[in-house]
Structure formats: structure tokens, C-alpha cells
């Protein structure tokens, strides 16, 4: 008979559906993968591994639709697929034919097709079809051999990504539509030293060399080493993950040697603080992650089995997650539920342009009673590409007293009736375009003998 406690964690893996946001955390002295409610900060069960062998869990991954999981598990030589909406491993990936060797990193292209896999221990990285969940081959490397490729990362238009190469001190250039590797980033007077991680920004990847202390600033463009972070204010010590917040602007990087985490600007490559710490939660820190409103970092920590909460408003350590009833056991990486998907750009629609040719005339009509003096406004429409729809016609700068309306397919002409002697009138005319964007007004005035 289970007991009380099996039957609750049971429940807690295996049935309860959670909200986002959420997040995984493989426990790598252990076979469980631990499961983090963000809103409380609490750990609230483990994922069911389903007789599944997960010793030694690694990395793990979302996709970009956050539909599936994988994780790699390296004792097992396995990457398995976790159902996030059920919190169950429900199948190892098919490597038959291309198995895995020591799975380590996991990168998923944008849009969701491939999963790319490194294989510590041979030398390869496996190429995962996600609506198979089959390895279809290896990445060809040619004359660029991998040498303990350890980490990789896509950039977000889905056609590079860099592998970094533990024992080979080097960074292999894939190309995403061949899976081809074309070269290694040219490093010059900045060689890598065991590169351990690696993450794209806007222009630029950094890379952690975990055993000189530096982190490499990589040109997209041009795959080339341009040289390190500054850190000579708040020196590293044998810098692990770096990670890059979604608006580009901000990075961080864990250190292993010292426990604590760097901050940097991206557009000036200078680290400006460490996270401030006064609990001293840190320890052995190894993976962070952010929250998609960027708010806060969750970062691991392998040595005190803890998972530290970073307010990312003002770098410092706010907590660690609650795991008093489902303990982390050397906690190693570490995956949120929620994405940022991106809103489609914007169209550029150009601002209504002013109306031109303004005109005048003055008339009267004599009637038996009395006389209507009255003015004749004409224009003509702006010099745009895109029309406007309407003009509107004002008597103030304000903008606030509304005279009239002429819709843009009629004939471009207002009458103002009941005018006085002796009097100037000012009118006020502007464009409007589909979205309501109004033009600078035309000005015409308008005096009376």
C-alpha cells in the first residue's frame, strides 16, 4: 500500500493540470525533475517519470510553443519528452540508428521543427524531428570536428547557431538549413578556454570560458571574437551560463568559483554589479532563468540544493523557493512555463499630409428680410501616396470646435453661412487618414470689408 505522502505526490505529478507560469528544474544527483509554482515560489511535486529511467537529468527545454518538453539524461543516454500538461514523461525519443552519447544541450529552432542535441561523449549532435520525436542524423561536420560540444544556441531568425566545444576550445558554426557546420568562429587575439556556454543577443553571443575567467563577446555577422566582457570592477571566476534578457539591453552570467552572479550591458559590454546577496544563497550557482516580463531570475544552486529568486528591478536576491515537502537534489538547470511570443510588426502607415490650394470667397445672398453673407472654403487634397479619408474643419488652433466634416470622395468644398461685416474668420482644416491620425492644419483666414 502506498503511503500518505506517495499518494500525495502522486496527485500532485500525475493528475493536477497547472497554470503558467511554471517551471522545471532537473535535480542531477537524483531521477526526478522538480516542478516550481511561481506564483506561490513553492516546489509542489515532481514530474512522473513513468518507469522511465532519468538518472542524472541535465537540461531541459521547452518548445517554441510550449507544447513539449525535453530532457536530456546522460547516464541513461536518453533525451525523453515530457507532457507539460500533464507532468508525465510519456516517450523516449527514437535515436535508433543515430543514438545518443552523453546528451548534454538542447536547442530548439524558432519555428519548432528541429531540436538539436550535443553528444559529450560522441562528438556529435543529434538532429531531433519534433513532430516525430526521432533523431533523423547527425549534424555533418566535415573538416570542423566537434571536441566535447557541450551547449548551443540558435539565433532568432533560425539560420545559425554556435556549439561550443569544451575540450576543443573552439565554437563550431552551424548552419540551420543544411545542418551543416561551415567553419569555427575566428577567436584572433581572444582564444576560448574550455567555452561552456553560449547565448545570442540582438548582434552578438557571448561565451563562458569556464577556466580563464572570461566571457567572449562573438559579432554575428562576421563569427568573430571581438573580444571580452569587461569585468575588472566586479571580476568573474569560472563563469558557467549566461543568459540575456529579452530586451536585449541586460545579461547575466553565473560563477562558479565565487558564487556569485554578474550583471552586464549588452551595449556596452562592461559588467556593473553582481546581484546583491546578503543571505548568501548562492552556491555553486549554474543555470538562471527569467520570467517572460523579465521581473525576475531563478537561478540554481547545485551546492546547497536551493533555487534562489532575483528581483531583476533592482538585482538582488529576493528568496529562495520554498521545497521544504519536495527537496531539490543538485539543482542544474531550469525551465519556465511562459514565452515571450513577440507581437507581429507593426505596418508603417505615414501621417495624413495637410491639405493645400486653400481658398476663399466671399458671397451674400438678399433676401426680402434680411442678407446671408456666407464664405466658400475649397482645398485641395495633400501631396500623399495614401489619402486621407476625411477632413474636418475647425474655427480654432485648439482643434476643439468642430465646424464641419467632408468626407474625402466629395467634393472638397465647405459654405459657412451667417457670417458679419466687418469680421475676420479663421478656419482650421486637416486630413485624416484610416487610423484617425490627423495632419498638421492648413490655415486660411478669412476678413470681411
Not at 214 to 230: E, L, P, Q, Y
Not at 342 to 368: D, H, Q, S, Y
Not at 430 to 442: C, E, K
Amino acid at each position: 500500500m502506498k503511503s500518505f505522502a506517495a499518494l500525495i505526490l502522486f496527485f500532485i505529478t500525475s493528475t493536477r493540470l497547472l497554470a503558467a507560469p511554471f517551471a522545471y528544474v532537473t535535480d542531477f544527483q537524483s531521477s526526478l525533475i522538480s516542478i516550481i509554482d511561481l506564483a506561490t515560489n513553492t516546489a509542489i511535486g515532481y514530474v512522473d517519470n513513468n518507469s522511465f529511467d532519468l538518472t542524472h537529468p541535465v537540461h531541459i527545454k521547452f518548445s517554441p510553443d510550449r507544447t513539449k518538453v525535453y530532457v536530456t539524461v546522460d547516464v541513461a543516454n536518453s533525451v525523453y519528452l515530457i507532457d507539460p500538461t500533464s507532468n508525465k514523461v510519456i516517450l523516449r525519443v527514437d535515436d535508433t540508428g543515430f543514438p545518443f552519447s552523453a546528451p548534454s544541450g538542447l536547442g530548439f529552432t524558432p519555428d519548432g521543427t528541429k531540436c538539436y542535441v550535443t553528444d559529450e561523449t560522441g562528438n556529435n549532435v543529434s538532429i531531433i524531428d519534433v513532430a516525430t520525436n526521432k533523431v533523423t542524423g547527425y549534424v555533418t561536420t566535415g573538416a570542423f570536428p566537434f571536441n566535447l560540444p557541450h551547449s548551443l544556441d540558435i539565433t532568432d531568425d533560425g539560420l545559425k547557431g554556435y556549439i561550443v566545444n569544451y575540450d576543443g576550445n573552439t565554437v563550431s558554426i552551424l548552419d540551420v538549413g543544411s545542418d551543416t557546420v561551415t567553419g569555427y568562429v575566428t577567436t584572433g587575439a581572444f582564444p576560448f578556454s574550455t567555452p561552456t556556454n553560449v547565448k545570442f543577443s540582438d548582434i552578438n553571443a557571448y561565451v563562458t570560458n569556464f577556466n580563464s575567467n572570461k566571457v567572449s563577446i562573438i559579432n554575428i555577422a562576421t563569427d568573430t571574437v571581438t573580444g571580452f566582457v569587461n569585468d575588472v570592477l566586479f571580476p568573474s571566476a569560472l563563469p558557467n551560463a549566461v543568459f540575456i534578457l529579452s530586451n536585449d539591453q541586460t545579461g547575466l552570467f553565473t560563477n562558479f568559483g565565487s558564487d556569485k552572479v554578474s550583471v552586464f550591458d549588452v551595449p556596452t559590454n562592461r559588467v556593473i554589479q553582481f546581484v546583491t546577496d546578503l543571505s548568501h544563497t548562492f552556491n555553486d550557482p549554474r543555470r538562471l532563468n527569467f520570467t517572460a516580463d523579465n521581473k525576475f531570475a531563478y537561478v540554481t544552486n547545485f551546492g546547497n540544493n536551493t533555487v534562489s529568486i532575483v528581483d531583476l528591478s533592482t538585482f538582488s536576491v529576493i528568496g529562495i523557493v520554498n521545497s521544504t515537502q519536495f527537496p531539490f537534489s543538485s539543482p542544474n538547470d531550469i525551465e519556465i512555463s511562459e514565452t515571450i511570443v513577440p507581437p507581429p510588426p507593426t505596418p508603417f502607415v505615414p501621417g495624413p499630409g495637410t491639405p493645400t490650394n486653400l481658398k476663399a470667397i466671399m458671397r451674400e445672398n438678399v433676401f426680402l428680410t434680411q442678407t446671408d453673407l456666407f464664405n466658400i472654403i475649397t482645398w485641395s487634397p495633400p501631396a500623399d501616396a495614401v489619402p486621407p479619408v476625411e477632413y474636418r474643419i475647425f474655427r480654432d488652433a485648439a482643434l476643439t470646435d468642430l465646424a464641419a466634416t467632408v468626407l474625402a470622395n466629395k467634393t472638397l468644398r465647405f459654405v459657412d453661412h451667417n457670417r458679419k461685416p466687418h469680421s475676420t474668420d479663421l478656419y482650421f482644416i486637416v486630413s485624416v487618414n484610416a487610423l484617425g491620425q490627423i495632419s498638421t492644419p492648413a490655415l486660411i483666414q478669412v476678413s470681411r470689408p
